[in-house]
């Protein structure tokens, strides 16, 4: 089985997570984010498209390219603010999201909170929510999840996720 996750490491710097995440609380603020609501999936967070997150996805897609050895087309990019008890249930995404990065650009938590994917029968590997950090992952190939956010109802994160489609083969 081919690898198919990877721990980018730091991708932005501070003051580019600290203008991104402005942008993304100023949506919300006026209105621009949606509640999500979907028990199936998601339940609690606030999520949204960014002109920041367009030029991020633009701005990865040659890395993507290179370590998938993939002519991946960049899908579309969307944010996330995940408030106390906002839950992302184990799921794999949907068709045209073939890879995805995701990049903390917030968080005032007291704990990690990491992004969890089954890459084996038996092996669950997480990725830490550390900001200016991303990780790419094929999530139509893996179930990832994470448990249900409990912190103070001052703390939250803000994740931005990048996605790309795979051409078809054949």
Known sequence: MEKAYYNLGQMISLDECAALSQEVLEMKE???LTLETNPDY???????????SHRMLQMW???????????????????????NGSVLKPHVDREGLDWTISICLFSNLSHTWPLLA?????VTIGFDTIVTQGNLINGR??????EPLECGPDEYVIQMFLHWTAPSIG
């Open 118 to 122: 089954k890459v084996e029968d038996d």
């Open 141 to 146: 190939k893996y179930i990832h999840w994470r």
């Open 42 to 52: 998601y339940n609690g967070s606030f999520g949204g498209v960014t002109s920041g």
């Open 30 to 32: 006026k209105g621009a």
């Open 61 to 83: 897609t040659p890395l993507v390219r290179q370590i998938t050895g993939l002519e991946v087309i960049p899908a579309n990019p969307f944010c996330r603010i995940y408030p």
